[in-house]
């Protein structure tokens, strides 16, 4: 299992790099739309990224919090004149605040307990979800949502140019954010923790408190995406709130890599333009992924970002970086 | 090999991703379906996808235009076929129709909305012609209140002495319209409602609901929900000898599609409402029966005559018009009259909901079976609708 | 009258819990004994199911199923653990996890490939298929034969725990591998045994509920969760925490459609939730 190994590099060429493709985008894929979709899933994924790569922490649960994010857009558009990005930060907070709660209790386990409760947890969200039809719109979701101006009443969002922009610029801020935070002391604490957590324990980090901020980070990172999704839309549907979201966002992070916060990206796009091309000339693509999956994880630990980071840094200097080997099991 | 495909492979290959939509000749009109291949309502989306094609390839012309039909898969998930649309809107389509469930289709109609084009499915939620009425969508298939009347009414006529009644729902949206229609009538005719026993989305185990039901000692069962989860609870409860004392009604019921899953042992006495049955004669049922008869050598079922249905609705329109143009379209398919798959149909004005037949069944016993797909036999045909106000509809 | 259906509705539920404890045993008794998480275990239940779907198709009878059924879910776990899963063991966890939700996927893709998505009907065998009485309450004949078979089976398996020299060694096995092999046993070959008589357990409780549920591509994803509830509630590792999980969980969803319908399922996984932040050892594990 790949970690957050190579973020050092980030800054520099990387994340000049992700501001050329983020431009590059809607020009290089057939149509605009495919490509909000794309950066939409790749905030979604880094927020599985961020967890399992940086912490070690494999959440089987961010489609809740992405579900979380997309309704909370949903319900702030519906009943306040709030522009899209005072939306987009509101349910991502809001999403931000369920996994902190989610947290508090999930981190009382490790390993495979541990996903079991984020397992257990995305269920009951959904569950609670079809519960609530009144507010949720149960197997309908929420449609007709109003598409605001980004911020007091600049930016218009008409067309599917400027939405792909503000997305796209969200996407990126989103993905500056998570480096710094990565390679923060703080950053440095949670690496410390997926190394050896008993260690880190043993240092006298408060290993609890720093999983929940990490896990309310995560949360916020896919409320983010669930948000971006509904304004992109104009809907919350049931789906992003479904045990499969949880699911899809693993799978998209995991063919990555998630040693790099770019891995989302590589993953994320992977994912949705395989869907869109593979799907009209075989519909059980899906059983590709799978394959897919099973060979990264089995083969190419680093995922496909990874393993070209690989090959670049065996390019360049002759000798193989090598991961540090996965997270500590519980 | 179908056009979709076809198509796909063609524009598929000479890009990345979405199948390509070839540009409008001035003698072709692009359609598009949005339907699920994969995903949870695959099974649902391909049989769908399957009645949409056999129409197009049977009418072949639109206006004058030749048809140009391709598929959208959103693989059962409502923000991809948004997402799909308004692609393909953006690439000059403005006719669309198809979905493979109620989210999908409110959804879509927003859209295709926004964006200026026509968009005909066959939804089964309410709001799709109530509170979510727009000019642009049309509904083929009647909804709860529909089902609710045509097949309640005829049948507590018919049995006057099934007085008790109890109901297991599904807990959502659309399990709640019915049991609120149900209770509508069993309130109306001064009938006893004993109670009813929500399930989950997703539930596959209704023993213990059965058991809740069998112990109120009702007359009859209502069983208000939809898809697999009506296949099951109709199932368990034959199961545990329901049926000895017990009527069983299932107002939602897809027909033949779903009384083949059950096999004529279980369809046996029990009465279903269903929006299409292959054995009713008629001019526009003949001319479907024949094309899946070839095509599959077998009866049509529900999904296959849904599918028909939507695109035999945008030809329809399309021919009266004379014009392929939006508003001249939309306004033609106001007040349209045609011979549907379940006979004369006519599409509302006011809130562009099909007022067609939907029909009260009786399942046969085996033995009375004229051929394999005779289940069950028709006992009335019922055109039963809201009106746009009650239904809650303000068209703009 | 109202503790009657109670009382009814609990007896229901054993007979739930019963296939419930049919479908966790092999997943929890792998775990305890290799720590092999197996994401890919609600597909063993599928494959019996769609075997039992087959075989009553091609030659009319349930009997055949119940003998191909559990032995398909057996050759469908040594396929996967001889082609992939062995190199899955020295893994953390995660990997474990990602490998055999892969695999469920692909399988699931597969029947979907085979047959067709639809949901599928399975006769139930003309034998069983009237009710019984019991007092006042009716019960379907094939759920009261299901209810036996898997007493017999979950006897069998008791008898084989605790009174054969292989039982001896799984449950030793699940506290200690290396004493085990100490002792000169063959923690693999152990283990090996163990996998596939789970995968056939969980297959041939797949076949049981074929002409329950019908069959359907998703009911393996479906069997997954309703495993791990079972697994977690009752201990991870343990027969007897199996059979109890089960039971507790089929007779809680059982009551549950009496006094809380809607909440039946939310139920299940809040017990889950429940326990593991409790006693994440559930009620026969240790931890």
Known sequence: MSTFSSYRSFPDATTSALAVVLVALPFVLPSVTLASELVVFAIGALSCTFLLGLVGLLSFGQGLFFGVGAYGAALILIHTSAGSLVTILAAAAMAAAAAAIVGFLSVRRRGIYFVMLTLAFAQMGYFAMLAMKDITGGENGLTGLPRPPVFAGLGALTHSHSVYAFLAAICFLAFVLTHRIATSPFGSVLRAIRENEVRADALGYDVRWFKIMALAFGGFLAGLAGAMHTIFLGLAPPNTIEPEMSERLVIMAIIGGTGSPIGALIGAGFYVLLADFLSSLWPRWLMIIAFLMIAIVLFLPNGLWGSVELLIARWRSGRVRIAPPGAVDG | ?396 | MQGQVVLFQILNGVGIGMIYFLLSVGLTMIFGLMRFVNFAHGTLYLVGAYTAFSVSLLTGSMWWALAFGPLAAAGVALISERLILRHTYDMPHEAQILVTFALALIFQESIVLIFDPLAKNVPVPSLLSGIVFIGPFVYPAYRLAVVCAAAVIAVLLWFVLERTRFGAALRAGSESTEMVSLLGINVQQVFMVAFLVGGALAGFAGTLSAPLRGVEPFMGSEALGVAFVVVVVGGIGSYTGALLGGLLIGIVQSVASSLWPEGARLMIYGAMALVLLVRPAGLMGRS
């Open chain 2, 1 to 396: 090999m179908d056009i979709s495909r076809r198509t796909a492979l063609l524009g598929g290959a000479s890009l990345l991703a979405s199948p390509m939509i070839a540009r409008a000749q001035a003698n072709k009109v692009d359609v598009v379906g949005v339907y699920s291949l994969s995903g949870t309502f695959a099974n649902v989306g391909d049989l769908l996808n399957k009645g949409t094609v056999m129409a197009f390839e049977h009418y072949k012309t639109a206006a004058g235009k030749q048809i140009n039909y391709t598929l959208l898969d959103d693989q059962g998930d409502a923000g991809r076929a948004v997402r799909r649309v308004q692609e393909a809107m953006g690439q000059g389509v403005r006719h669309v129709v198809g979905c493979t469930n109620s989210a999908i289709a409110l959804a879509v109609a927003k859209e295709v909305q926004a964006r200026g084009g026509i968009y005909i499915h066959m939804a089964g939620a309410d709001e799709a012609t109530g509170s979510q009425c727009n000019k642009a969508s049309f509904r083929w298939p009647g909804a709860s209140y529909t089902a609710i009347r045509a097949t309640l009414e005829p049948f507590i006529q018919a049995n006057p002495n099934a007085k008790r009644w109890y109901s297991i729902t599904g807990q959502y949206v659309f399990g709640e319209s019915l049991l609120t229609n149900a209770r509508a009538v069993i309130q109306e005719k001064g009938l006893t409602n004993l109670g009813n026993s929500y399930h989950s989305l997703g539930e596959r185990e209704y023993s213990g609901y059965i058991t809740a039901a069998m112990a109120a000692n009702p007359d009859v069962l209502a069983v208000l929900n939809f898809g697999n989860q009506t296949v099951d609870v109709v199932r368990q409860a034959v199961s545990f000898g329901l049926k000895r004392n017990v009527k069983i009604v299932v107002p939602w019921c897809t027909g033949l599609d779903q009384y083949q899953a059950w096999g004529s042992d279980i369809v046996d006495g029990v009465y279903f409402g269903v929006n299409y049955w292959h054995g009713v004669d008629g001019p526009g049922n003949r001319v479907l029966s024949e094309v899946v008869r070839a095509k599959t050598n077998g009866a049509t079922n529900y999904l296959q005559a849904c599918g028909w249905a939507v695109a035999q609705m945008f030809v329809e329109g399309a021919n009266k018009a004379g014009s392929l143009d939006i508003s001249d379209i939309t306004k033609a398919m106001e007040g349209l009259t045609y011979e549907g798959p379940t006979g004369t149909e006519t599409v509302r004005a006011e809130d562009h909901q099909v007022i067609k037949n939907y029909y009260l069944m009786r399942g046969k016993a085996r033995s009375a079976m004229r051929d394999a797909d005779d289940f069950a036999e028709i006992l009335q045909a019922t055109k039963a609708f809201l009106s746009p106000d009650q239904a809650g509809c303000k068209m703009g």
